[in-house]
Structure formats: C-alpha cells, structure tokens
C-alpha cells in the first residue's frame, strides 16, 4: 500500500522560510513522480510543484519560481520542499502526491493535473503572516 506522509508546515512571518517533507512508502519501482499542491480557503486546489523521484527534472507553477525548491531523498524515500521568502498569499493547505504509475514525467501538465495523482499526503498548514 502506498503511503505518503508529511511534515514540516507552521507560522511564519513574511519573507522567512519552511520546509515540508514528504516521506513516501509501498512504491515497488523508485521512479515516482511526487506533486505539490496547496489549497487556500475558498479556493481551488492548485499544482505547485512536480518531481521524479530518481531523475529529478522538477517543474515549478509561476506563482513560486526562484522561491521554491523541489528535491528527492531516493536513499530517504522523501520528498522536499523548500519554501523561501514566502509571502502571505503562500498561506494554504499543502499536500504531496502521487499518481499510481511509476515514472510519470512532470511537466506544467502533471503539475496540475489533480486527477492524475491517485494517492494524497494527510495535508499540512502553512500560514504566512504579513
């Protein structure tokens, strides 16, 4: 059974950091595809990152570019996400993700692609003060 179980997360101020983790587990190849997304109150779920686990060659919504960084910990199984001058509008519910199949590209589409990703992190708070 595949698991993704994450960390990290809190209250910051503007312009400071965070990291997320993204430990993932039950995978029978390493070559996974993990997505980032965030969720702000009232607001639909949006693609903020994507990343093979083995290869790599992240990709990255316009929103966070130069501010996030995406990386893979193959010997760890995890996933991070460093998050560096955030600003307020950064406040959400982040998740990780995964799609069922091994080795899927991450591009601007897989980013995105909700329906793509068939197992879910449990989800962990960001609030960004100003």
């Known amino acids: 059974e595949v698991q993704l179980v994450q960390s990290g997360g809190g209250l910051v101020q503007a312009g400071q950091s965070l990291r997320l983790s993204c430990v993932v587990s039950?995978?029978?190849?390493?070559?996974?595809?993990i997505g980032w997304f965030r969720q702000a109150p009232g607001k639909e779920r949006e693609g903020v990152s994507c990343i093979r686990s083995k290869i790599g060659m992240p990709d990255y919504a316009d929103s966070v570019k130069g501010r996030f960084t995406v990386s893979s910990d193959s010997a760890k199984n995890t996933v991070y996400l460093q998050m560096n001058d955030l600003k307020p509008e950064d406040t959400a519910v982040y998740y990780c993700a995964a799609p069922a199949t091994w080795g899927v590209r991450c591009d601007s589409k897989a980013r995105g692609f909700k329906l793509l990703y068939e197992y879910w992190g449990q989800g962990t708070r960001v609030t960004v003060a100003s």
């Open positions: 039950g995978f029978a190849r390493d070559d996974y595809t």
